[in-house]
């Protein structure tokens, strides 16, 4: 009896792990930086280098940072999304421009529309680093106390937006409450 | 044959002559040893299975900058490292913390090694017990 059950549990037990396996999400790697405050930047300005910007000025709301390039062409895929996200007026959207060449950035934003209040230039990448990005687009929502309460790496989709970021938006202080 | 051999092997190095940095980092050649082991242990998150030393990735590259940067700062290694989790978790790194959650990890290896064994003692352990003759074999089960 025994030599019928040891081998098929053993069986079973593989069988379970391997199928937990299939559904998980192994390209997507969880963020050290969810729940922590989000990291401080002071870059230039794309539209205006001599200006600096920092996401200092948006404390005491949410706002949402996403991480693009013009060399980047996932970030292409999802700026039409931006771009209705950004017309909704439901949360500010801050660009952070990773690892481009100004001319290009900017001829970015005026051929294809700015969703952005504002975009920082961020050449050497460092920013980028200090966010734990490693595949643009990413999108983070920061939240009123200035915390990530949540990350989103892979073009934008109204989809996603309205099932992950708006119920979050809501909860993390929606602009105008 | 051998003519293609060759090429194949002279192509070979040339990937190799493509190697990442090819200027050493640092003048002082322990502070390069130290730059190379420690770039040895951090994981290029774009390339997953490479370390940041073997990936010509541009955040590889931007990493390994970092980790420049960091040394010539006087940071530890520990402290590297340390930045490097704080913004990409354990994963960074190519030799997981040992922790409650990674036990399981670290003891797989005797834990595979101690299941295997009994489970080899058992079936040598059991097969030694029947006759020594097999016969299928005409040479033994004649003696």
Redesign the interface.
Known sequence: MWRFIIPIGLFAALAAFLYAGLGRDKETLPSPLIGKPAPLFELPRVDDPSQKISNRAFAGRPYVVNIWGSWCVACRDEHEALMQISRRGEIELIGLNWKDELPLAQRWLQVLGNPYVVSAFDPEGNVGIDWGAYGAPETFLVDARGIIVYKYISPMTIEIWEREFLPRIKQAGAKGE | MKVLFAMAAALLCTQLAFAIDTAPAFADPAQQARYERVIRELRC??CRSETIADSNA??AS??RR?VREMMTAGKSDQEIFQHM?????D?VLYKPPVAPRTWLLWAAPILLLVGGGAIAAFVIARKSRLPDTDPTDPGLGAS
């Open positions: 998150l774009v541009l955040l931007d990493l970092q989790v704080d913004r990409y978790g994963y």
